[in-house]
C-alpha cells in the first residue's frame, strides 16, 4: 500500500547561498550504479537533462520489475545539484532507506527502486570511486551489505588453513531464517528485501569486528567466528537468534516477525578441506530446523 500524501517525507528546495563553487556538482560528473538487482556494476552517466527511471522501455533507466512503476522516479540537475523525484510511484522512492518525494542527492546517496538499489557518486574522483565500487561489490552484497558468498567462501579457506596450521580454534555458524517463502508470499518480495535487509543490519552489531558475517544465500547467512572454541560460538548463535526474534521487522504499517535457525560447528582437525566444517554446520542447521525452527544445534 502506497503511503498517503501526510506521511511522505517533503523536500524543499533550499541552496546555500554562501556554498563555494567546489562543492557544487557539474553536469557529466555524476553517475549512478547498480549495487543491487538486475545489470548489477552497470553504470550511466548524468548530465543536465532528465534522466528517468521505470518498468517502460522508453526510460533511460529500464527496470524490468513488478515492484517498480511504469514511471517510477526521475533524476534532474538544478543550481548545482542533482535531485531524485519519485513520480507518484506505487511502492515508492527511498534514499538512504528514508521514502522521499524530492530530495537532493549527495556522494554516496543510495537510491532504492522497486527491488534495485542505485548509488549516486559525483565529483571529481568519480572514475577512482567508481572503481572502488566495483571491487567492493566483488566481496559486499548490495542489499544487506554483508559480505558475500565469494567473499566468504575465501575467508572460510584462509581461516581453515591458518587454524590447522597453528592449532587454533575455528567455529563457523550457518543460520537461515524461517519460513522466509512464507513472507514473500504473504507480503511480497519487496517486504522479503527489507526484512533480510533489516535482519542483517540487526546481527552485525552483536558479532566482533573480526567475525565475517555474509549472506551466502537467499535467505541464509554464516558468520566465521575465528579463534573461538564452539562454547563461544553456541552463546554467539544464540544472542543471534535472540536479537533477530526481538527485532521489529518493518515494512509499510506492518510488522512482520521473524525467527532464524542457526548450525554450530567447530573445527575438529581432521577434516579434509573448509568444505566439511561447511557441511557440518549446514548439517546442525537441518537439525534444528527439524527440531521446531527458532532454535541452535551443534
Not at 3 to 12: A, D, F, I, K
Not at 271 to 298: I, M, S, T
Request: net charge neutral; with cysteine.
Amino acid at each position: 500500500m502506497a503511503p498517503r500524501e501526510s506521511e511522505r517525507t517533503r523536500v524543499t528546495r533550499v541552496i546555500d547561498p554562501g556554498a563555494g563553487q567546489k562543492s557544487a556538482a557539474r553536469p557529466g560528473e555524476a553517475c549512478i550504479i547498480v549495487i543491487y538487482g538486475p545489470e548489477l556494476g552497470k553504470r550511466i552517466q548524468l548530465g543536465s537533462a532528465p534522466f528517468t527511471i521505470g518498468r517502460s522501455a522508453s526510460n533511460d533507466l529500464f527496470l524490468d520489475q513488478e515492484s517498480t512503476s511504469r514511471q517510477h522516479a526521475k533524476i534532474t540537475f538544478d543550481k548545482g545539484q542533482y535531485w531524485v523525484q519519485d513520480l507518484g510511484s506505487t511502492n515508492g522512492t527511498f534514499v538512504n532507506d528514508e521514502q522521499v518525494r524530492e530530495k537532493g542527492l549527495s556522494d554516496g546517496d543510495q537510491i532504492r527502486i522497486g527491488r534495485s538499489i542505485l548509488k549516486f557518486m559525483t565529483g571529481e574522483n568519480v572514475e577512482v570511486h567508481y572503481h572502488e565500487e566495483i571491487y567492493r561489490l566483488m566481496t559486499v552484497d548490495g542489499l544487506t551489505q554483508a559480505f558475500n558468498r565469494r567473499y566468504f567462501d575465501d575467508v572460510l579457506e584462509r581461516e581453515f588453513n591458518r587454524a590447522k596450521r597453528y592449532q587454533r580454534a575455528l567455529s563457523l555458524i550457518v543460520l537461515d531464517i524461517d519460513h522466509f517463502k512464507r513472507v514473500n508470499d504473504t507480503h511480497g518480495h519487496l517486504a522479503g528485501d527489507n526484512l533480510l535487509r533489516q535482519i542483517a543490519g540487526a546481527i552485525k552489531l552483536r558479532l566482533r569486528t573480526h567475525d565475517v558475517f555474509a549472506r551466502t544465500g537467499g535467505e541464509e547467512f554464516g558468520i566465521i567466528l575465528p579463534e573461538i572454541a564452539v562454547e563461544g560460538a553456541r552463546i554467539t548463535a544464540e544472542k543471534v537468534r535472540q536479537v533477530v526474534e526481538g527485532t521489529p521487522v518493518r515494512h509499510e504499517q506492518q510488522v512482520i516477525p521473524c525467527t532464524v535457525s542457526l548450525g554450530v560447528a567447530m573445527l575438529r582437525g581432521d577434516e579434509a578441506g573448509p568444505e566439511e566444517l561447511y557441511k557440518c554446520a549446514d548439517g546442525r542447521l537441518y537439525e534444528a530446523k527439524q527440531g521446531g525452527r527458532n532454535r541452535v544445534a551443534g
